[in-house]
C-alpha cells in the first residue's frame, strides 16, 4: 500500500489555468522530490526540498513553484497552465539517512 | 558529471527466457545504484539496489543485479521471464554530494510474448 499520496490521478485542463498538483506522505521523511516524465524519456528532476521551509530547483527548468511548510505535504503550483506543461509528474520521498525513493502514483497532467 | 545509459530502450523475450537489462554508469564517486520497474499509469518501485558489500544484490519478483566497478555496469537479470514482467525499467545513480538526487536513465521497455 502507497504510502506516498498524489492527487489528482489525471487532469485535464485550459491553457492559462493555475493548478496545484498534491503530494502528501505520511512515513516521515525529510528529503521529497518533483521529477516529470514524457512519454518514453527519462525521469527528470524539478524541484526537490530538504525539509520543511526548504526548496531548491532541480536540473531541467521548469515554470513550477513547489513549497514545504510541512514535513508530509510536498504541492506543485503551475500559475499558468501551457500546453508545454502537458507531461506525467511524479512525486518522491526518501529518509534522512538515504535509502532510496518512494515514489507516488504520478499525475498525468495534460493542458489543451 | 554523472549519467546512466540503459543499453537498448526495448527488449523483447518470450514467457520463461533468461531477462537481460543493460545498465552503465559513470561516477566520479563510489556509486549507489538502482533498478526501479514502472507499470501503465503507475509511479515507479524499487526493484533492487546496490549500496556497499555484496556486488550481487537480489531483489523482489525474483530479479538480480551484478555490480561490476571494472566494467561500469550495473545489469538487471531474471532467469525466467513471466508475462506479468512486463513493465518499463529504470536504472538510476545516486548524484554526488547530500541532496540525496537520483539521476535515471533512459528506461527500457520490456516485453514478454507468450
Known amino acids: 500500500e502507497a504510502d506516498i499520496y498524489q492527487t489528482p490521478r489525471y487532469l485535464v485542463i485550459g491553457t492559462g489555468k493555475k493548478i496545484t498538483l498534491e503530494c502528501s506522505q505520511t512515513?516521515?521523511?525529510?528529503?521529497m522530490y518533483w521529477y516529470q516524465q514524457d512519454p518514453g524519456m527519462e525521469l527528470h528532476l524539478i524541484h526537490y526540498?530538504?525539509?520543511?521551509?526548504?526548496?531548491e530547483k532541480g536540473d531541467l527548468s521548469s515554470e513550477s513553484t513547489v513549497s514545504r511548510i510541512r514535513t508530509e505535504h510536498f504541492p506543485l503550483t503551475l500559475e499558468s497552465a501551457r500546453p508545454s506543461h502537458t507531461s506525467q509528474y511524479l512525486c518522491?520521498?526518501?529518509?534522512?539517512?538515504?535509502?532510496?525513493?518512494?515514489f507516488g502514483s504520478g499525475t498525468r497532467l495534460t493542458v489543451v | 558529471a554523472q549519467s546512466v545509459t540503459q543499453l537498448g530502450s526495448h527488449v523483447s523475450v518470450s514467457e520463461g527466457a533468461l531477462v537481460l537489462l543493460r545498465c552503465n554508469y559513470s561516477?566520479?564517486?563510489?556509486?549507489?545504484l538502482f533498478w526501479y520497474v514502472q507499470y501503465p499509469n503507475q509511479g515507479l518501485q524499487l526493484l533492487l539496489k546496490y549500496t556497499t558489500g555484496a556486488t550481487l544484490v537480489k531483489g523482489i519478483n525474483g530479479f538480480e543485479a551484478e555490480f561490476k566497478k571494472s566494467e561500469t555496469s550495473f545489469h538487471l537479470t531474471k532467469p525466467s521471464a513471466h508475462m506479468s514482467d512486463a513493465a518499463e525499467y529504470f536504472c538510476?545513480?545516486?548524484?554526488?554530494?547530500?541532496?540525496?538526487?537520483?539521476?535515471f536513465g533512459q528506461g527500457t521497455t520490456l516485453q514478454v510474448k507468450p
Open positions: 512515513m516521515g521523511h525529510d528529503k
Open positions: 538510476a545513480v545516486k548524484a554526488a554530494g547530500n541532496t540525496g538526487k537520483l539521476i
Open positions: 561516477s566520479s564517486v563510489p556509486p549507489y
Open positions: 526540498s530538504y525539509g520543511v521551509n526548504s526548496t
Open positions: 518522491a520521498s526518501s529518509e534522512k539517512n538515504w535509502d532510496g525513493y518512494t
